[in-house]
């Protein structure tokens, strides 16, 4: 059966025409059609001309907002000795070693970013089936495998995010809440492109940007023209 459509987004979608807007007019846009009774986030999903099924086509890195993302994280590490005592004194919410794996087994998800030091990955490559599907499993390229525990919940807490793009090519990530300012939103979201752009597929050939969308989490989607955005020069950086 058809998903039902609310006559609330019914609504919000008559604010939004059916062209490309230019990135801040976009924003603008989010925030107005952010009506839910929730603090909403702000949300990209990114269609990239890269099919993930090949390895040089895979997209998995980490980006920091400079803006942060307007929640509050919550960080579990898997460490061993010592390193468990210093993850916690770095701010981690949650730190253990064969105690905690066995909590995750038995499906305690209770984080939102999971950091593992290297010498413990045989074990977690267990979880595998667990985190996986969550986007949760700590790798190298993603930032959630190191030593340096401090410097890591440092940056995750302030507002890096890691992401991926999935089976289809597509990039969903949360890059702020709708309670932000358009131009902290775009500060992010600009943030964003940079990344996604610096980290091109090696294999990724021809039309690399396909389309790229924004809403609040209950919100419309809003199309945002590419190229103005990948052009866009923001003060700071001139």
Known sequence: MPKKVSRRLQELRKKVEERPYEPQEALQLLKETATAKFSEAAEAHIRLGIDPKYTDQQLRTTVALPKGTGQTIRIAVIAKGEKVNEALAAGADLAGSEELIE????????????????????????????????????????GT?????????????????????????????????????????????????????????????????????????????IQIEVSALRDLKLEAEA
């Open 145 to 221: 495998v190191t030593v340096d525990l401090a410097q890591a919940i440092d940056e995750f807490k302030a507002g890096k995010l890691e992401f991926r793009a999935d089976r289809t090519g597509i990039v969903h990530v949360m890059f702020g809440k709708a309670s932000f300012s358009a131009e902290d939103l775009l500060i992010n979201l600009k943030a964003l492109q940079d990344c996604i752009d610096r980290n091109r597929p090696s294999g990724a050939k021809g039309r690399y940007w396909r389309s790229i969308f924004v809403s609040a989490t209950m919100g419309p989607s």
């Open 103 to 142: 909590e995750i087994s038995k499906g305690m998800m209770d984080f939102d970013t999971l950091i593992a030091t290297p010498d413990v990955m045989p074990q977690v490559a267990k979880l595998g089936r667990l985190l996986g599907p969550r986007g949760l499993m700590p790798s190298p390229k993603g």
